[in-house]
């Protein structure tokens, strides 16, 4: 673990660093990006640049119409159940070269040989296993396809509008950062990176549901619908390691509401909205189950 930070609301309750990280250290998200990518896709749906996630993709990035995902929902896609068939997991045993392996090597690495651009990188996936909507798949892919409707909707970089949106809004104390892939763009479904308070600024703000300070920055419907699994959609209810899956946030199992945003290597932020506890860790190593033993006794005592 590299970093551990505990708040109530406003309040501060442990903040720790080891291996040399410190407060001023921007630390990795991992796959926790994803979750930042739903929730600016919620906030463009709010302001009429995305008409309904019941449009497809193509209707917003022309350079995926007549492909799979092009034709896929963004409401499947923010469940991670397209339908459309891509490997997350590359075969070591084989010397690697998954799906996402490829798909990082067109999208992100510069090579004389790869020139196929983002919207070809993602389009080249374009086989159909599934209906969309109707069984749930981790697939990165799925988010990056999100990032490219946010960007034709919107107009704007991600970088931009997640700064106008909510980074700004929240009073965050230092600038993020978020890689990008060969084209310039941010790659959205994962690594950014920023500092441990900010990222806990950012879950209190999902702890109250979308709402800073009086002002509402997500809309708490789409916090909400992010975080409920619908009757239709039993599906998700159990989506992956005991955990149900929302709108790119992971779902805890049992009766009281609380979400999860993960990432590769232990990267984790736990969301109590009922007492407004946050807990934000980030790691080099997956191998911490502590912290879910650490994360039921914080929200027994202090929830």
């Given at each position: 673990m590299t970093g551990l930070l505990i708040a109530k609301d406003d309040r501060i309750l442990v903040e720790r660093y080891q291996y040399g990280r410190t407060d001023r250290d921007r630390l990795s998200s991992q796959s926790m990006a994803k979750s930042i990518t739903g929730m600016l896709i919620g906030i463009a749906t709010a302001e009429g640049a995305i008409k309904s996630i019941d449009d497809a993709a193509e209707t917003y990035v022309p350079g995926l119409k007549g492909t799979e995902y092009g034709a896929t929902p963004i409401r499947a896609l923010l469940h991670m159940s397209s339908g459309v068939k891509f490997g997350e997991e590359n075969d070591e045993s084989k010397g690697g070269g998954g799906d996402l392996d490829r798909l990082w090597v067109d999208m992100v690495r510069k090579h004389w040989f790869s020139q196929k651009g983002t919207v070809a990188s993602i389009a080249q996936f374009n086989q159909r296993i599934a209906p969309p909507g109707t069984r749930f798949h981790y697939a990165s892919i799925e988010t990056d396809v999100l990032g490219l409707v946010l960007r034709y909707a919107t107009g704007q970089s991600m970088c931009g509008y997640l700064q106008e949106k909510v980074w700004q809004p929240i009073g965050t104390e230092a600038d993020a950062k978020?890689?990008?892939?060969?084209?310039?763009?941010?790659?959205?479904?994962?690594?950014?990176?920023?500092?441990?308070?900010?990222?806990?600024?950012?879950?209190?703000?999902?702890?109250?549901?979308?709402?800073?300070?009086?002002?509402?920055?997500?809309?708490?419907?789409?916090?909400?619908?992010?975080?409920?699994?619908?009757?239709?959609?039993?599906?998700?209810?159990?989506?992956?390691?005991?955990?149900?899956?929302?709108?790119?946030?992971?779902?805890?199992?049992?009766?009281?509401?609380?979400?999860?945003?993960l990432?590769?290597?232990?990267?984790?932020?736990?969301?109590?909205?009922?007492?407004?506890?946050?807990?934000?860790?980030?790691?080099?190593?997956?191998?911490?189950?502590?912290?879910?033993?650490?994360?039921?006794?914080?929200v027994g005592q202090f929830g």
């Open positions: 978020w890689l990008i892939d060969a084209e310039g763009h941010e790659v959205a479904h994962g690594f950014f990176n920023a500092v441990l308070r900010d990222y806990a600024r950012l879950a209190r703000l999902l702890a109250h549901d979308g709402a800073w300070e009086g002002k509402q920055i997500i809309p708490a419907q789409w916090m909400i619908d992010a975080t409920t699994v619908r009757a239709s959609e039993t599906y998700l209810a159990k989506a992956e390691g005991g955990f149900g899956y929302g709108y790119q946030v992971y779902l805890f199992p049992g009766s009281r509401r609380q979400f999860a945003l990432g590769h290597l232990g990267q984790r932020i736990l969301v109590d909205p009922p007492s407004k506890l946050v807990m934000v860790q980030t790691a080099v190593d997956e191998k911490s189950p502590e912290i879910w033993r650490l994360w039921s006794a914080v």
